[in-house]
């Protein structure tokens, strides 16, 4: 059974930082992994996905990478400002079936 | 291009109701998800949906929940005779593609199911 663990739970700290959010999963028999934002209240937003043959991928200041044999992904958020608060989701596609498997996700917060 | 659509956003049910959410995926895409949060709880799977077909309800719950996906109109998830823990969050996505090249899930704003 797949299982999906981010950490951490939650993360504070000043805006402009660099800052990693990290990923684990337990299963490398996956498609994908894909990266989601929530705000409180809100749906979610996809920010990165990455292929299982692929081993990062870039939008902006976001930049995820993925292990598959390791079952790791990070996601780099460069300069950090407060309009990226929110909850980080990271998700993966299991093969053989089509659902994402969620990890509980890591509420970030950017100190102005 | 529209994003996947959900209503009601807010429902409010007593126990014993029904409720019923709808979802219209993003257009060109035929692959509906149904996704529940439960409050302070990650998102669990419930069911997968193409046109007309069920194609995984592994994560549904056996009793009082059903989904579906017609051929015409929008993807329904009903809730029979809801109790306080059916309380939460109920996310659906679309995507255009499945399998091996599996593309991105797209997230609907979610419907909001408070049960008195």
């Known amino acids: 059974k797949q299982e999906v663990t981010q950490i951490p739970a939650a993360l504070s700290v000043p805006e402009g930082e660099n800052l990693v959010l990290n990923c684990s999963f337990t299963?490398?028999?996956?498609?994908?992994l894909q990266w989601f934002r929530q705000d409180p209240g809100k749906g979610l937003t996809s920010l990165l996905l990455?292929?299982?043959?692929?081993r990062e991928q870039t939008s902006g200041r976001l930049n995820a990478s993925l292990d598959k044999s390791s079952g790791r992904s990070t996601l780099y958020i460069a300069a950090s400002q407060p309009g990226d608060s929110a909850t980080y989701l990271c998700?993966?596609?299991?093969?053989?079936?089509?659902?994402?498997?969620f990890g509980q996700g890591t509420r970030l917060t950017i100190n102005p | 291009n529209a994003g996947v659509m959900q209503n009601p956003r807010h429902l409010v049910r007593r126990r014993g109701q029904e409720a019923r959410l709808r979802c219209s995926p993003m257009?060109?895409?035929?692959?509906v998800y149904w996704y529940r949060q439960l409050p302070e709880e990650g998102l669990k799977f419930m069911v997968y949906?193409?046109?007309?077909?069920?194609?995984?309800e592994s994560g549904m719950p056996k009793e009082r929940f059903s989904a579906e996906f017609p051929k015409e109109g929008p993807s329904i998830l009903r809730i029979q005779q809801v109790v306080r823990g059916d309380s939460a969050a109920y996310f659906c996505?679309?995507?255009?593609?499945?399998?091996?090249?599996?593309?991105?899930?797209?997230f609907g704003e979610g419907s909001r199911l408070t049960v008195l």
């Open positions: 996505a679309s995507s255009q593609t499945s399998g091996i090249n599996t593309g991105e899930l797209y």
């Open positions: 299963d490398s028999a996956i498609y994908n």
């Open positions: 990455i292929q299982s043959s692929q």
């Open positions: 998700a993966v596609r299991v093969q053989g079936a089509q659902k994402l498997v």
């Open positions: 257009k060109g895409h035929s692959h």
């Open positions: 949906l193409q046109k007309e077909n069920i194609i995984d």
